[in-house]
């Protein structure tokens, strides 16, 4: 990789130090020390060439001149600099199980964590909304901050991420254990699960940045990088998938109607009941409360060892390399710096705007599902199996708009993945039945898989464009990742708050086998009304984006060529 600068440098040299040059270069390519396409001569050195080869074709008297060997042309580079373009199969494989545990446990948060703390741990929708909202702004603001200390970090033998994630999960597990505990004791309910949930979003947090940086340093090449984004999606899709499978089935039976006929008994017909029939109905409605609390400790114990495994198969499987798009002793600028130079970089401002909205309308679809096919439609025996059709439908559909993202551009496919979701949540507040809840499902797992794909697919497009824009302030790529997490989860958590508010305003009975009325009007609001009003917001900002594929290849021959000047 040094061909195309020493060749530049002895174009004016004379024909004999140019031939060497080239022979260099060919000796060089044939070693596999270099590519082909790093070894490019300037039109001034083949001139000078081509002159040289007349000049010992007439026998020209340069022929005569004794030249001194120069000093060898490939100088010895480090093996820090050697960046693989192509990434394996296996590689790939592994950098995406190491995102799947993250979403096996965000999936059964999003979709269970809500009705377990009202229906289970019974706390009341005031206390579950705080929980939710403060929970997701404390994860909101570790995001910055773990952020920072990533930029700080030093590398090591195995990267400078992978720590991170490697050291955290053991702790991650154990909180993640504990959310899912109900203690025995009644007053100091709330600050338990406001305690576990903020533990347990600053650590999955830690997991979570330096997991989502690491695409940058998989590859150079956008397209490695774009399938090895893929492969994530899809396993995370799947993790998702397997995290409602198995909270959906393992709790499917803390949540059937067997304990209402009791329950209703010892709450609305005291007076006409005998002290005997009180008495075994209460027992009975403990027994059932005790189940559930059972049963949601097993997931939870579950999910737990999953995370555990897929981290030491990333870690086995995935190395982390430094990209040399710059040189390494250029003086790097402070993390404040870099902070202000990513807030005032347009594409990157677009996007995360944009897609802010767009998760928060998924994040209230995700966690009043439950509670709407439980109260509003009547689905309670069904729900588990709408939702993993929605996860399956999201499987399957991952390679399709990897696909179509190739084909017609990342935007476009932005555009059309995530509308399609808009007249079938519709469609499901209106015609509440069975059938029609399952074509909504399929449907909806389109919509699912691209608003997952497309963000983690354009992020790297926006790093690279600002890399460009600000080629020596290198080593910021954390603030990207953390900032972009940090303000969807900080929208998330006000949406989930309002969300559960709502419900409380409404009416809603902690325990209880019925809602009133309006209960179940604003669960249809909230599935309905509200992510088409979010999504359309999001849609319209994301019109200002403005990296086209255009775009995208002109940043990409220019890092190259970036990366060539700085080895």
């Given at each position: 990789?040094?061909?195309?600068?020493?060749?530049?440098?002895?174009?004016?040299?004379?024909?004999?130090?140019?031939?060497?040059?080239?022979?260099?270069?060919?000796v060089a390519?044939?070693?596999?020390?270099v590519?082909?396409?790093?070894?490019?001569l300037?039109?001034v050195?083949?001139?000078?060439m081509?002159?040289?080869?007349?000049?010992?074709?007439?026998?020209?008297p340069?022929?005569?001149?004794?030249?001194?060997?120069?000093?060898?042309?490939?100088?010895?580079?480090?093996?820090?600099?050697?960046?693989?373009?192509?990434l394996?199969?296996?590689?790939?494989?592994?950098?995406?199980?190491?995102?799947?545990?993250?979403?096996?446990?965000?999936?059964?948060?999003?979709?269970?964590?809500?009705?377990?703390?009202?229906?289970?741990?019974?706390?009341?929708?005031?206390?579950?909304?705080?929980?939710?909202?403060?929970?997701?702004a404390?994860?909101?603001?570790?995001?910055?901050?773990?952020?920072?200390?990533?930029?700080?970090?030093?590398w090591?033998?195995i990267?400078?991420?992978?720590?991170?994630?490697?050291?955290?999960t053991?702790f991650?597990?154990?909180?993640?254990?504990?959310?899912?505990?109900?203690?025995?004791?009644?007053?100091?309910?709330?600050?338990?699960?406001?305690?576990?949930?903020?533990?347990?979003?600053?650590?999955?947090?830690?997991?979570?940045?330096?997991?989502?940086?690491?695409?940058?340093?998989l590859?150079?090449?956008?397209?490695?990088?774009?399938?090895?984004?893929?492969?994530?999606?899809?396993?995370?899709?799947?993790?998702?998938?397997?995290?409602?499978?198995?909270?959906?089935?393992?709790?499917?039976?803390?949540?059937?109607?067997?304990?209402?006929?009791?329950?209703n008994?010892?709450?609305?017909?005291?007076?006409?009941?005998?002290?005997?029939?009180?008495?075994?109905?209460?027992a009975?409605?403990?027994?059932?409360?005790?189940?559930?609390?059972?049963?949601?400790?097993?997931?939870?114990?579950?999910?737990?060892g999953?995370?555990?495994?897929?981290?030491?198969?990333?870690?086995?499987?995935?190395?982390?390399?430094?990209?040399?798009?710059?040189?390494?002793?250029?003086?790097?600028?402070?993390?404040?710096?870099?902070?202000?130079?990513?807030?005032?970089?347009?594409?990157?401002?677009?996007?995360?705007?944009?897609?802010?909205?767009?998760?928060?309308?998924?994040?209230?679809?995700?966690?009043?599902?439950?509670?709407?096919?439980?109260?509003?439609?009547?689905?309670?025996?069904?729900?588990?199996?709408?939702?993993?059709?929605?996860?399956?439908?999201?499987?399957?559909?991952?390679?399709?708009?990897?696909?179509?993202?190739?084909?017609?551009?990342?935007?476009?496919?932005?555009?059309?993945?995530i509308?399609?979701?808009?007249?079938?949540?519709?469609?499901?507040?209106?015609?509440?039945?069975?059938?029609?809840?399952?074509?909504?499902?399929?449907?909806?797992?389109?919509?699912?898989?691209?608003?997952?794909?497309?963000?983690?697919?354009?992020?790297?497009?926006?790093?690279d464009?600002?890399?460009?824009?600000?080629?020596?302030?290198?080593?910021?790529?954390?603030?990207?990742?953390?900032?972009?997490?940090?303000?969807?989860?900080?929208?998330?958590?006000?949406?989930?708050?309002?969300?559960?508010?709502?419900?409380?305003?409404?009416g809603?009975?902690?325990?209880?086998?019925?809602?009133?009325?309006?209960?179940?009007?604003?669960?249809?609001?909230?599935?309905?009304a509200?992510?088409?009003?979010f999504?359309?917001?999001?849609?319209?900002?994301?019109l200002?984006?403005?990296?086209s594929?255009?775009?995208?290849?002109?940043?990409?021959?220019?890092?190259?060529?970036?990366?060539?000047?700085?080895?």
């Open positions: 990789m040094e061909v195309e600068k020493s060749a530049s440098v002895v174009a004016g040299a004379g024909p004999a130090t140019a031939a060497a040059a080239a022979a260099a270069a060919a390519e044939k070693e596999g020390r590519t082909t396409a790093a070894v490019r300037p039109p050195t083949l001139r000078a081509a002159k040289g080869e007349r000049a010992a074709a007439e026998g020209s340069a022929d005569k001149l004794v030249v001194k060997h120069p000093k060898p042309i490939f100088a010895k580079v480090t093996h820090q600099t050697i960046v693989e373009q192509k394996s199969v296996s590689s790939k494989l592994c950098f995406a199980i190491g995102g799947a545990p993250n979403q096996v446990a965000g999936s059964a948060t999003a979709f269970f964590l809500q009705i377990f703390l009202l229906d289970v741990a019974q706390i009341n929708p005031f206390q579950a909304s705080m929980v939710l909202f403060i929970g997701k404390w994860g909101a603001i570790t995001d910055p901050v773990v952020g920072f200390f990533i930029t700080k970090s030093k090591t033998k990267g400078r991420l992978m720590p991170w994630m490697v050291g955290c053991p991650v597990v154990v909180a993640y254990f504990y959310l899912w505990f109900v203690p025995p004791f009644a007053n100091g309910k709330f600050m338990w699960y406001l305690g576990f949930y903020c533990l347990y979003q600053t650590l999955i947090t830690c997991f979570h940045v330096p997991y989502s940086a690491l695409t940058m340093f590859s150079t090449d956008q397209r490695e990088r774009d399938s090895a984004t893929a492969y994530r999606m899809t396993a995370e899709v799947l993790g998702t998938l397997v995290g409602a499978a198995i909270q959906g089935q393992i709790v499917a039976s803390a949540h059937t109607m067997k304990h209402c006929l009791h329950h008994l010892s709450t609305s017909h005291l007076g006409n009941s005998s002290g005997s029939e009180v008495v075994k109905s209460l009975l409605s403990q027994d059932f409360l005790s189940h559930a609390r059972e049963v949601y400790m097993i997931a939870a114990g579950v999910i737990g999953i995370f555990l495994i897929c981290t030491v198969v990333m870690f086995l499987g995935v190395k982390e390399k430094d990209d040399p798009y710059v040189p390494k002793a250029e003086k790097q600028i402070s993390f404040h710096q870099g902070f202000v130079l990513v807030m005032r970089h347009g594409p990157y401002i677009t996007l995360t705007a944009a897609f802010l909205f767009i998760s928060v309308a998924i994040q209230l679809v995700q966690s009043n599902f439950v509670l709407f096919c439980t109260y509003a439609v009547d689905l309670r025996d069904h729900f588990q199996n709408i939702v993993l059709t929605i996860l399956i439908s999201a499987v399957v559909s991952i390679p399709f708009w990897q696909w179509f993202l190739e084909r017609f551009g990342k935007k476009t496919a932005a555009f059309c993945g509308t399609w979701i808009m007249p079938f949540t519709v469609m499901l507040v209106f015609i509440p039945n069975l059938v029609v809840a399952y074509v909504v499902a399929v449907s909806s797992g389109l919509s699912v898989a691209a608003s997952l794909l497309l963000p983690w697919s354009m992020l790297p497009d926006v790093v464009d600002f890399r460009l824009a600000n080629p020596f302030s290198k080593g910021h790529e954390a603030i990207f990742y953390s900032f972009y997490v940090f303000f969807t989860k900080f929208a998330a958590g006000i949406s989930l708050g309002v969300s559960t508010l709502c419900l409380e305003f409404a809603y009975d902690t325990g209880a086998c019925r809602q009133p009325p309006p209960v179940a009007y604003t669960l249809k609001l909230l599935i309905g509200a992510p088409v009003a999504i359309v917001t999001g849609l319209m900002i994301l200002l984006y403005p990296i594929e255009d775009v995208r290849l002109r940043n990409k021959l220019a890092l190259e060529d970036l990366r060539l000047q700085s080895v």
